[in-house]
């Protein structure tokens, strides 16, 4: 006897459709599932056989055949074990239900409990895709998968209650959509509780006005991660395009909080610096999403860079500047976005008081060099904005009155944005930071006096054909947050101030 019905898979951040095919033959009993399937798949044969034991069906004492096409792909995870048990109960004649047009995924505990499954919203895309008119997944995964629009989603907690709604003894509700309605990250957190620091404020506007990678070089306690933590309260709102594409990630991944739909704020990612290159930008023995896409449309925060591994770093070179992971395994490669605000801190030296004005540095030259040499030119010339924190004052700590809060400065910032999308209308470009070298010209004219300005600061700093690019981005930034269409030779200048850091430390280098 046969049976065969349909289920979904993943492949890098999209899903696809596998067909379940369970076929019962004489034989010796034994049961075996065929078609690339990797450990999780093959134990899902005894999830199976307890709960329908369980459940109060008869396991079929047959030669079972399982086949999950197309069997030249890889099928990975507990997903297929609810369809492979109605598969079973279909082929034994124990079910008798129209499965056309129905898809299911699900873990089975063996009380015959259906648990939630990662990857749920690409896959529930792939079956909408596909054709198919109702999908079936875990109730912890029904508000994620209800976003998509264009398919039923039915909750399953039980498969007790899944076979009398397939028997139409009692039917399932169809989960419905809530409205998608963008916040932020943390309420907690704003940006009136930093107190000075007026010149790291502005850096950090500019940066949410355009999405511009930072560093932060200060010594410790000033204000580095604080100034960080309270960058998503100035971002602008995620669009539920961007939100669908986050929630994929982290769906993906299996961070998504269980019964979440989409993700409401922009991701802030802060991973501890003994983190692995795989873990950052992703990969492994089975090629998982890292930080660096789980931050995709967000913030990856990297404290105390210099301690971070060099290959971690260096892994970081090639999606800042692509936006997205690619991974090449020998049976396939697998790319993961990863649009991202990349912000950096770290102190000027090992005990972090080189440069300090009333505290003295207890480390040499030699160990200056050392520590900021751990940071290499190619990644410092990928950061757009270099920006010093100073200790704060006493003056400044103490004051009663309160600094600019976030959704003061996010007001500028949202209508720096809209002049960037009305300016990029029609194109794929997101913000400033992601212009094209190919249009730089078109969106970034300049006065003859600013040109004049940028041709000085170039030939007098040495800056890198990139390191140009992305000055004269941060500059059409300041324009934009300051109304004006054409960039001037203030906003060039103040886009140069922020270039200027790597020179002031980094010359430590050249004096051992």
């Not at 997944?137 to 994620?144: D, F, I, S």
């Not at 324009?479 to 922020?498: F, K, P, R, V």
Request: hydrophobic share 40%; with cysteine; aromatic share 6%.
């Amino acid at each position: 006897m046969f049976a065969g019905l349909k289920s979904m898979g993943l492949r890098g951040i999209d899903g696809f459709m596998v067909e379940v095919e369970a076929d019962l033959s004489q034989g010796l009993p034994g049961f075996d599932v065929v078609g690339l399937p990797d450990t999780a798949v093959r134990e899902s044969r005894d999830r199976v056989r307890a709960a329908l034991k369980n459940a109060g069906f008869t396991y079929p004492v047959s030669r079972i055949t399982v086949n999950l096409a197309p069997a030249d792909v890889k099928k990975e995870g507990s997903v297929y074990d609810l369809p492979l048990l109605l598969a079973l109960l279909c082929a034994s004649g124990q079910l008798k239900a129209n499965m056309k047009r129905r898809a299911f995924v699900g873990e089975l505990s063996l009380q015959g409990g259906v648990r939630p499954v990662r990857g749920v919203l690409p896959m529930v895309i792939a079956a909408r895709d596909a054709g198919m008119e109702e999908v079936y997944v875990p109730a912890e995964n029904g508000p994620e998968a209800a976003v998509v629009e264009g398919i039923a989603v039915y909750p399953v907690k039980d498969i007790a209650e899944l076979l009398a709604h397939l028997q139409g003894e009692r039917e399932l509700s169809p989960l419905t959509a809530e409205a998608f309605t963008p916040s932020n990250a943390d309420a907690l957190v704003d940006f009136a509780d930093v107190m000075g620091q007026e010149a790291a404020r502005r850096a950090m506007e500019i940066a949410a006005a355009g999405s511009h990678n930072v560093l932060l070089i200060g010594p410790p306690g000033s204000g580095k991660s604080m100034l960080a933590k309270r960058l998503p309260t100035i971002l602008p709102d995620m669009t539920r395009e961007e939100s669908l594409e986050c929630t994929k990630i982290h769906s993906i991944a299996g961070t998504l909080a269980g019964g979440a739909g989409l993700l409401p704020y922009r991701p802030f990612r802060s991973p501890h610096h003994n983190i692995s290159p795989q873990g950052l930008a992703g990969g492994g023995i089975t090629p998982r999403p890292g930080e660096v896409s789980l931050a995709h449309n967000g913030v990856l925060f990297l404290d105390e860079l210099p301690e971070f591994s060099r290959q971690a770093m260096e892994c970081l070179r090639q999606p800042l500047e692509d936006g997205k992971v690619t991974i090449s395994r020998v049976s396939a490669s697998l790319a993961y976005p990863c649009s991202i605000m990349l912000v950096a801190a770290m102190n000027p030296c090992p005990c972090g008081y080189y440069g300090h004005p009333t505290r003295s540095c207890t480390c040499s030259q030699q160990a200056v060099g050392r520590y900021l040499s751990k940071v290499s030119g190619p990644l410092l010339d990928r950061i757009d904005l270099h920006i010093e924190v100073p200790p704060v004052e006493f003056d400044q700590l103490s004051a009663r009155q309160k600094a600019e809060s976030s959704a003061s400065i996010r007001q500028r910032v949202n209508a720096a944005r809209a002049r960037q999308q009305a300016r990029f209308a029609g194109t794929d470009i997101v913000s400033n930071a992601r212009i094209p070298t190919s249009k730089l010209k078109e969106f970034c004219p300049l006065t003859e006096a600013a040109a004049t300005l940028l041709k000085g600061a170039f030939e007098r700093m040495g800056l890198s054909a990139r390191a140009y690019d992305r000055l004269l981005k941060v500059a059409r930034t300041i324009a934009d947050l300051d109304g004006s269409d054409i960039i001037d030779t203030a906003h060039i200048a103040e886009a140069i101030q922020y270039r200027s850091l790597d020179r002031k430390y980094w010359q430590a280098r050249q004096n051992l």
